[in-house]
Each structure stands twice: as C-alpha cells, then as structure tokens.
C-alpha cells in the first residue's frame, strides 16, 4: 500500500547527494534566510500484505502515520501499535491510529509548541485516555516538528520507532531506540481498570526529545521498527543515493524502494537482520528478516514560500 503526503508550496535550492547549495541566501553554513518546510511522501506494508489485508487510511498493518501542516511548523509522526492486544480480541491499529489522527488534529488547530514535541503526544495521550468510547492498546510514537523560522528540528521518540537524519550521505542525527529490555519497547497504554499495573506503561514524559538545526537539503527519514529491524543505516544510505533531486515523484519512488527492500528481506530466513543480530547480542539463536508492519515518511528540508 502506498501513499503520497506532501503540504504546502516549498522550492527545494539543494542539490542533494553532494550537498550542493545553490539557494543565493543560503550561507556556508547551508543555511537561508527565509522559512523552511518539508516535502514528504510515505509508504508501508502491512505485515499481512501477502494476504492482501490493508487497512484505510495512513494505516499500514497495526502502524500509522500522519503529516501535518501549520503556519509555524511542519509536524510528523509514526505509531506501532502493539500486535498482543489481537489475542484478547482488540484491534491494535484502533490505538495508534487514533494517537497519530489526535495528533494530527491538533497540529492542524495550533494547539501546540513547535519546541515541545512532548507536548503534542502529551496532549494526545491524554485526550485518549477521556475518551468516551473505551479504548484499549499500547503504541510506540515518534514526533518530529521542523519549525518554519528556526529552521531547528524538534523530535520525541518513545520506543524503537525513530527517524535519522541525513546530510552529505552521512547520519549526522539519529533518534535513541527506547527497550525496558529485549524486544520489549518503551509504548503509550490505556489498559482495561483490571489489568492496570500488569500492562506496560510508560509516560510521554519519558520520550528521548532532541533539538538540532537543520540544513536546506538535509533528508528526514522517519519510520517504525519495522524498517529499522530489518535495514541496517548502510543500506538505507544505500537507496538515498538515488534521490538525486527533490521533487515529489523522486521522493514517492525512493521511500517505496526502501519500504519495499525492508519488506522483501523481512521475509528471508537467511538473513542476518538487525533484530537478528540484536538478538544474538541478547543470547538468542536468531537469524533471518522480522515480518511486521513498516512505515516509512521520507522528507527534505526545503525552502517554504506561502
């Protein structure tokens, strides 16, 4: 399942791959004078593609995402819900579907602080939890807000989700994988009144937050585990070579292309994955690809004319 999500009228100045900065305001730092914006597109695969059950919406599998567009940020986010919660009958999707859309909403009404990415899933957690309609799950969340006059990035990662940051062809960022222990991530829960205090739950408050200046050109990949589970970074900086411009179509074709790869090898028994090898790391005779749900937003940091 694939879909394209790009906001507002932005002009890309940046040569990418050799770093190449043409914009006549841009100094040598790689910065501008004016606003900056993303250009984005995503794609994802349910874990159960092969059976041909996809889910509506910017949902793929138990994941989901959401882009959002405001007058002083751009903001984006990705959720994994957690696939336990199908045993007791509960649809895992409902709770960070609804975590991404709650978060999206408020982006889109301004209630938020382009510096305080907590806030956003604080706010949205929260909201979730006065729910009148009994919600149950857990979900891993990562926020990423690129606020326009800054230019500084602003993330919140909570779990094994994450994004990286790319410039030059190298990782100059990278989000912080949150584990209480192996295969076992740090997640937002709302578990029934019986179970609570049995059910892993971790507070928003306990997101890693980050705070960096970007550059005009710089590549925003921002995912769920199962990308990074099954795509070590060399081969992610593999595929990004190939965007050699920042129009949407090279963006929509190069963020398939690393879903797809990161799907095809999650399905190979032979291949020593991340995860794999984590798991050797963790004592566990482990090998091959992890089938679960991916979800891949691919940006880059342009200028923004409104």
Partial sequence: MFSVLSYGRLVARAVLGGLSQTDPRAGGGGGGGGDYGLVTAGCGFGKDFRKGLLKKGACYGDDACFVARHRSADVLGVADGVGGWRDYGVDPSQFSGTLMRTCERLVKE????????????????CE??????????????????LDRTSHRL???????????????????????EQQHYFNTPFQLSIAPPEAEGVVLS????????????????????????????????????QELKKLKNSNYESIQQTARSIA?????????????????????DNGLNVRGGKPDDITVLLSIVAEYTD
């Fill in 110 to 125: 301004g209630r938020f602080v382009p510096s305080n990415p907590i806030g956003i899933l604080t706010t949205s957690y």
């Fill in 154 to 176: 602003h993330t919140a990662n909570l779990g094994d989700s994450g994004f990286l940051v790319v410039r030059g062809g190298e990782v100059v960022h990278r989000s912080d």
């Fill in 128 to 145: 979730l939890l006065q729910n009148k309609v009994p919600l149950l799950g857990n979900s891993t969340a990562c926020i990423v807000v």
């Fill in 202 to 237: 971790d507070s928003p408050d306990a997101a890693d937050s980050t705070s960096f200046d970007v550059q005009l050109g710089d590549i925003i990949l921002t995912a769920t585990d199962g990308l990074f589970d099954n795509m070590p970074d060399y081969m992610i900086l």
């Fill in 260 to 280: 797809e790869q990161a799907h095809e090898l999650a399905y190979d028994p032979n291949y020593m994955s991340p995860f794999a090898q984590f798991a050797c």
